[in-house]
């Protein structure tokens, strides 16, 4: 098995680096920050993932030989006696303290979300060292649960004018665990959408609840067909495949996914509504029936017009038509612009949101890199021989990357969070330790983390 120490879970050039800070450099403090990007806000998730994984395990002499091999047939010098340090003095934890907001909070961007410093001044160049996994632990889950959370404000916003917002938490369903790049990606990228809903097929993102935020379920799922368990019975027995789905599965208050378009879509549509009706209407079970090809605004709003033809409807007290029976859900081709797009011509058409739900693949895990909100993680202060220095960057070519200075934190008032205090005492610092030396010092609840991710407009 590979050895996932944190000695070797870092950018090459980080272990040449240990020795090119001032002469007398004792601390060094970094923050990370979403410098902007697609959305206004991110979403914090992630960072227990990283802390449970990985520092909360000593170092061992093993791990240092190991990497001291490894880092020096590569071309870099090892720092053998700092990392040999910690494993005497600290007993092979790292001397760093860890701060970060509260994981669910809907963050503006341009503000602090996590600081990192040393607690051992022998230790000034670790700070630096970790940025590489650090920030990674960080950017990705957050990223996720950002672009998850912008498709909730969207779909909650129609659910709000159409129909029923209690309906929200399985509007969008994450078929992203074949499209994504590992199987940790799943774990991790799964569960950052389940912060906002609670469908999934990410079968992964269950065992990272389980391992990393103590939720025994974070998602549910139903029964569904897939191409092949329909085409296996050739294309004269269509309906076949169908009633046979309806018989294993359908019961009352049941939902039963059928993907109907492996031929013709509308003419599947057709055989829901006369040859399949009766089984349908006895079984009790919501049929959910799933187009997978062609314009996604036009398919829904062609199966829900001919399923409506067939099953009917009733109108709820917003004034729009709700179908009995059966649901309809677009897996194919989702984005926020599609999903907006559904949306807006059902309701021009006078169907409520209620009648579609959304599955979301690579889109949703894997659509995302660090740019997508601009992370960074710079270093923003220094102590020098006990005196404390100010760092930061600023590059005249492009002043979006110019970083923040001095012991940087995130602050909050009756008007929300921010960064920057100017000189004001009416403000409450609201970044906890979550980590210190070897410790996990808070461990969040799953629960507790959605409850904090509302939506904000």
Known sequence: MINKTILLNSDSYKYSQYNQYPKGTEYVYSYIES??????????????????????????QEDILLAEEIITAHGEPFYREGWEYILEHHNGYLPLRIKAVAEGTVVPVGNVLVTVENTDPNCWWLTSFVETALLRAV???????????????????????????GLIDFKLHDFGARGVSSFESAGIGGLSHLVNFKGTDTVTSLLYGREYYDIKTAGFSIPAMEHSTVTSWG???EVDSFRNMINLY???????ACVSDSYNIYEACHKWGTELKDDVIKSGATLVVRPDSGYPPEVVANCLRILDEHF?????????????HVRVIQGDGITQDTIDRILHRMETAGYSADNIAFGQGGKLLQGVDRDTQKFA????????????????????????????KGRVTLYKDETGLFTDIEGRTDVQEVLETVFQDGKLIKDYNFEEIRERAVVVY
């Open 250 to 256: 359908g019961k009352p208050g049941a939902l039963v």
């Open 377 to 404: 993680m710079k270093c923003s202060s220094i102590v020098v021989d006990g005196v404390p220095r100010d760092v930061y960057k600023q590059p005249i070519t492009d002043m979006g990357k110019e970083s923040k």
């Open 35 to 60: 410098r902007g990007g697609q959305w206004k806000h991110t979403v914090f998730f992630g960072l227990q993932i990283f802390i449970k994984e990985y520092l909360t395990k000593p170092i061992t």
């Open 312 to 324: 009917s409807h009733v109108v709820n007290d917003k004034g729009f038509k709700v179908l009995n």
């Open 235 to 237: 294309r004269n027995h």
């Open 139 to 165: 950017w990705y889950p957050t990223t996720v649960c950002s672009n998850s959370y912008e498709s909730k404000k969207i779909i909650l916003d129609y659910l709000n004018r159409t129909g029923d917002p």
